[in-house]
C-alpha cells in the first residue's frame, strides 16, 4: 500500500516500509553492477586478499591499479569464479555469485579477459567471434536443416562485423589469428565478450606490451565501449600513465589490502600512493 500528501504545490509519495526497502535495492542495481564485500583470499601463509570492498557502477570505467603482488588479479578471479574465497561475498547485478563456478558467471554477462589471449589460432578473426554468439544451427538435430538456421547465421555474422568495427579489427576479419599482433588479439578477446552479451567486461592489462601509439588507440575503443553501449569495464593496468586519464574512478591495492580510491586526480594526489610507486 502506498499513499501520498500535499505540502503546499507538492506531492510526496509515501511507502511503506517494506516498498521503501525495495526502492532502495532497486536503485542499487541500476547504480552497481559489481560489488565485493570484506573479500579475502588466503594461499597458505599469504593473504592475497584481505577484506576487499569495492564497488563498480554500472556503465564506467574502474581501473585497479598497484605493483606488483598487490592483489589485483587475484582479485578479478575471485571475482570470476576462478578462486573461491576464504571470506566475503561478491555480487554480480543484483546476485551473489560468491563461490559460483565461472561457466555460471559467464553466463549471467560478467566476462574477463586475461594477460595472455587464448584466440582459437587455426580460426580466422571472424569465426573466432562467431564462435561466442549462439546459433540454432549448433543442435545436433536442427545442424543438417540448414534453411532452419541460416538466417540467424546471417545475422549473427552482420552482428560480428559490427563489432569488429568497434574494436578497430574490421579490416582483419578474415585474417587467421595467429598473424594478428599482440594488442589486435586483446581487442579479439573484447570482441568475444561483446558476442557473448557482456554487461562488464574484466581486463587484465589489455595494453601491456602494446606501444603507446596503439595503447591510446585501444583505450579510446574502450571509452567508446563503455559510452556508446553502456558496457562497465573493470581495467588492471600497471601503465598508469596512459590508462589513469581514461578511468572513471580508481582502487589503489598494495599488499592485498585497498590503499586509496577516488577519482584520477585524488588518487594520483594521495601520499599513500606516491609511497607506494616512488618509494
Known amino acids: 500500500m502506498k499513499c501520498s500528501c500535499e505540502l503546499g504545490d507538492t506531492t510526496i509519495l509515501i511507502l511503506e516500509p517494506e516498498q521503501y526497502v525495495g526502492a532502495l535495492k532497486m536503485n542499487a542495481r541500476r547504480s552497481t553492477i559489481l560489488q565485493t564485500e ?20 554500472r556503465g564506467s570505467l574502474t581501473m585497479i591499479m598497484g605493483p606488483n603482488g598487490s592483489g589485483k588479479t587475484t582479485l578479478i578471479n575471485v571475482c570470476s569464479g576462478i578462486l573461491k574465497p576464504d571470506e566475503g561475498r561478491v555480487l554480480f547485478d543484483g546476485e551473489d555469485i560468491t563461490g559460483a563456478p565461472p561457466h555460471e ?4 554477462g560478467f ?10 589460432l587455426k580460426l580466422n578473426v571472424l569465426e573466432n567471434v562467431l564462435v561466442a554468439m549462439k546459433n540454432s544451427g549448433e543442435s545436433p538435430l536442427k545442424a543438417p536443416l540448414r534453411p532452419l538456421w541460416m538466417k540467424e547465421e546471417e545475422e549473427n555474422v552482420k ?11 574490421s579490416d582483419s576479419w578474415d585474417k587467421e589469428s595467429f598473424k594478428l599482433g599482440g594488442g589486435q588479439l586483446k581487442m579479439l578477446e ?36 563503455r559510452k556508446n553501449l ?37 588518487v594520483s594526489n594521495d601520499p599513500k600512493v606516491l609511497e607506494v610507486y616512488l618509494g
Not at 570484506?38 to 557502477?57: D, M, P
Not at 558467471?105 to 549471467?108: A, C, E, F, N, R
Not at 558496457?231 to 596512459?242: G, K, N, V, Y
Open 38 to 57: 570484506n573479500l579475502t583470499k588466503r594461499f597458505g601463509g599469504l593473504t592475497a586478499l584481505n577484506r576487499v570492498s569495492i564497488k563498480v557502477e
Open 159 to 169: 552482428r560480428a562485423m559490427e563489432i569488429l568495427g568497434r574494436v578497430g579489427l
Open 105 to 108: 558467471i559467464y553466463k549471467l
Open 190 to 225: 573484447v570482441a568475444r565478450a561483446l558476442a557473448a552479451g557482456a554487461k562488464l567486461i574484466a581486463l587484465d592489462e589489455p595494453i601491456g606490451g602494446v606501444d603507446p601509439a596503439y595503447a591510446n588507440e585501444i583505450l579510446g575503443y574502450l571509452s567508446d565501449l
Open 230 to 266: 553502456g558496457i562497465t569495464l573493470l581495467l588492471i593496468e600497471h601503465r598508469i600513465d596512459l590508462a589513469l586519464p581514461f578511468a572513471d574512478y580508481v582502487y589503489v591495492m598494495d599488499r592485498g589490502v585497498v590503499i586509496s580510491q577516488g577519482t584520477p586526480e585524488e
Open 111 to 120: 566476462i574477463r579477459t586475461f594477460q595472455i589471449p587464448m584466440p582459437f
